[in-house]
T-cell receptor, first 115, second 114 residues
């Protein structure tokens, strides 16, 4: 079973603060993706990390893939109210034939940035 | 605006009704997916289509019946649903199968079963 444990599940902070969201698993993933979902909309891809130890930056967002490819983190610097949303980490579902079809998601982090 | 279009946006139906959810993409993607998302929960995979053939059925009850008429369209036929089936149903597509491919999601159909 490929489970992704995400923490924290809920986070409410003031604008301008920094935060980190964690995504952990006991399984090795070939890649991990981070999505952001706003109410009434579908998830939107933020980043895909593929290589162990990889760090990717997207403006104020920094994504890291663990060396062993079992964990990832999302760090937001100087959070803004527009960052409010549900952040989801996701990895490919592996099947017995070795193929990767579809995604398994972590439980998500509900992030609220207060003005 | 999302490149994956889902209709209708909202659907209310009784337990004896038959209805269909529709999903359309024109990005030339060859893999399409149905996910179910309950409130405050992450999406859960239901079905995967690859090159218009059903690739994965995640043990979904037969009251949900997927159909892929062509490479751009994906339908989900609903019959005799239960109240616990009320959820947001998300369609997604990707260029093809493979874990690194980004999935493009529609905005979903919010389904309520009376």
């Amino acid at each position: 079973t490929q489970l992704l444990e995400q923490s924290p599940q809920f986070l409410s902070i003031q604008e301008g603060e920094n935060l980190t969201v964690y995504c952990n698993s006991s399984s090795v993933f070939s890649s991990l993706q981070w999505y952001r979902q706003e109410p009434g909309e579908g998830p939107v891809l933020l980043v895909t990390v593929v290589t162990g130890g990889e760090v990717k930056k997207l403006k104020r967002l920094t994504f890291q893939f663990g060396d062993a490819r079992k964990d990832s983190s999302l760090h937001i610097t100087a959070a803004q109210t527009g960052d409010t949303g549900l952040y989801l980490c996701a990895g490919p579902l592996m099947y017995s034939g070795g193929g990767a079809d579809g995604l398994t998601f972590g439980k998500g982090t509900h992030l609220i940035i207060q003005p | 605006d999302t490149e994956v279009t889902q209709t209708p946006k909202h659907l209310v139906m009784g337990m004896t009704n038959k209805k269909s959810l529709k999903c359309e993409q024109h990005m030339g993607h060859r893999a399409m997916y149905w996910y179910k998302q309950k409130a405050k929960k992450p999406p859960e995979l239901m079905f995967v289509y690859s090159y218009e053939k059903l690739s994965i059925n995640e043990s979904v009850p037969s009251r949900f019946s997927p159909e892929c008429p062509n490479s751009s369209l994906l339908n989900l036929h609903l019959h005799a649903l239960q109240p616990e089936d009320s959820a947001l149903y998300l369609c997604a597509s990707s260029q093809d199968l493979g874990g690194t491919r980004p999935q493009h999601f529609g905005d979903g159909t919010r389904l309520s079963i009376l």
